[in-house]
């Protein structure tokens, strides 16, 4: 399975400012996938990170808010912009390995970002 | 955004019960996945199945894809306290932007 590092882990944010949630894992990987998690809540996709180009965003979120950089096949990184109470919430992300037509998708240990 | 419907919510069983839960969606996928999360942790994969009726083991679970390709099943066998946790099963679409629908989750507490 692919080792994911997440930075920060967690951090408090002052409402208005942005955060850059870094994601780097030790092999390349095809997919990047970035989640979002409120608390007691599942998992809703954000976004997929393609690498060179505009990430995939699922309805709900936009570019502006979130933007996502992918420049190869082990980074990328995931802004909240703007920050506000409601962004509260642990931030994934997630990569997918494939054999053959086989895939699993593993997660990095999350940011818990809290805004005031 | 979608997600995938999971049941029961939460459970609290002893020390020693087999424990069932189940995910069901209206579209069908081609690959399902079932995972624990710990507090404070990203999910962790626990089992991947890849083909309609099978069934998979790890250890003390076993999971399986349903025959419609609609829907999946884990169990744990003779539960421990470690078993805690929150389980999530997660579906891989099959056409269009290929992506992973979570479920709503299952939160397992057990009783010692």
């Known amino acids: 399975s692919a080792v994911i590092s997440q930075k920060p882990s967690r951090d408090i944010c002052q409402r208005g400012t942005s955060l850059t949630i870094q994601c780097q894992v030790d092999s390349q990987v095809t997919m990047m996938f970035w989640y979002r998690q409120q608390p007691g809540q599942s998992l809703t996709l954000i976004a997929t990170?393609?690498?060179?180009?505009?990430?995939?965003?699922e309805s709900g979120f936009v570019i502006d808010k979130f933007p996502i950089s992918r420049p190869n096949l082990t980074f990328s990184t995931l802004t909240v912009s703007n920050m506000s109470p409601e962004d509260s919430s642990i931030y994934l992300c997630?990569?997918?390995?494939?054999?053959?037509?086989?895939?699993?998708?593993?997660f990095g240990q999350g940011t818990r970002l809290t805004v005031v | 955004g979608q997600q995938l419907n999971q049941s029961p919510q939460s459970m609290f069983i002893q020390e020693g019960e087999d424990v069932s839960m189940n995910c069901t969606s209206s579209s069908i996928f081609n690959t399902w996945l079932w995972y624990k999360q710990d507090p404070g942790e990203g999910p962790v994969l626990l089992i991947a199945?890849?083909?309609?009726?099978e069934l998979t083991s790890n250890g003390r679970l076993t999971a399986q894809f349903g025959t419609t390709r609609k829907d999946s099943f884990l169990n744990i066998s003779a539960s421990i306290p470690s078993d805690v946790g929150i389980y999530f099963c997660?579906?891989?679409?099959?056409?269009?932007?290929?992506?992973?629908?979570f479920g709503t989750g299952t939160r397992l507490k057990v009783l010692a």
């Open positions: 199945l890849y083909k309609a009726g």
């Open positions: 997660a579906g891989r679409t099959t056409s269009g932007t290929y992506k992973y629908i």
């Open positions: 990170a393609n690498q060179g180009s505009e990430a995939t965003y």
């Open positions: 997630s990569v997918e390995n494939s054999w053959g037509a086989d895939t699993e998708a593993f």
